[in-house]
């Protein structure tokens, strides 16, 4: 999975993407959850049957303000952390399959509203069954698609569940055309990694993101 993240407020947990009921260990129906703590590590809770491992990346210290390109892989085996395309911390093993997941994705917030994103996430990609990186790589300059990557990877437009927080409205571009609600105190705004505040904007070129509040209990929702 990846997006871009620009956040507003490490002094709590940032709730990126989920999909996940609390505490996952109760049942087989929890799949993953990503989120950045306050000392800006990023973590990623990966469910497999009723067991729910935690995978804990630490790296250079994340600014507030400040757009980062996020990307979670797995590759052979081991679970790769991408920031700005370079590897963030030490890869972790992890063989075990992932449980398919029978929640609704939420992005910007956990199911019990717990962990609120604070600030705004943009281009949310899911792929499924392929690995879009394998190594350093340099960002996209332009909205993600289903079928390329800046890896050297061609994706299968199959692979890719979902694909949103791009556009001026709320989409799933990915196969699945998922339908994405907000829920709460959320905003699509015409600010994106691909542009300055001050430049002149065109959201045919430069796309959208999702600003969460923090400070209220506001999530995107698949149906």
């Known amino acids: 999975m990846e997006c871009w993240v620009n956040v507003k407020d490490f002094s ?12 996952a260990n109760t049942n087989s129906n929890s799949q993953f959850q990503l989120s950045i703590n306050s000392a800006t590590q990023i973590i990623a809770n990966l469910c497999s049957g009723t067991t729910e491992s935690s995978a804990i990346f630490n790296g250079s210290a994340l600014s507030v303000n400040t757009w980062y390109h996020l990307a ?3 590759y052979s085996n081991n679970i790769y952390c991408y920031v700005n395309g370079q590897v963030y911390g030490t890869p972790v093993a992890y063989s075990s399959t992932l449980n398919d997941g029978i929640y609704n994705f939420l992005l910007g917030n956990r199911n019990n509203g717990d962990l609120k994103f604070s600030g705004y996430i943009s281009n949310f990609r899911l792929i499924n069954g392929q690995a879009a990186y394998t190594s350093t ?4 300059t332009s909205s993600l698609s289903i079928t390329t990557s800046t890896g050297g990877v061609t994706l299968s437009a199959q692979k890719v569940s979902l694909l949103g927080l ?4 709320c989409n799933d571009n990915g196969i699945n055309k998922l339908s994405l609600n907000s829920v709460g105190t959320v905003s699509i705004l015409p600010h994106s990694p691909f542009n300055s505040l001050s430049a002149s904007y065109d959201s045919n070129l430069y796309g959208s993101s999702i600003y969460f509040d923090g400070s209220k209990a506001g999530y995107i929702k698949s149906a």
């Open 166 to 169: 791009q556009d001026n409205v």
């Open 12 to 23: 709590s947990n940032n709730m990126v993407a989920t999909r996940y009921n609390s505490p």
């Open 137 to 140: 790589f340099t960002p996209s």
């Open 72 to 74: 979670l892989v797995r």
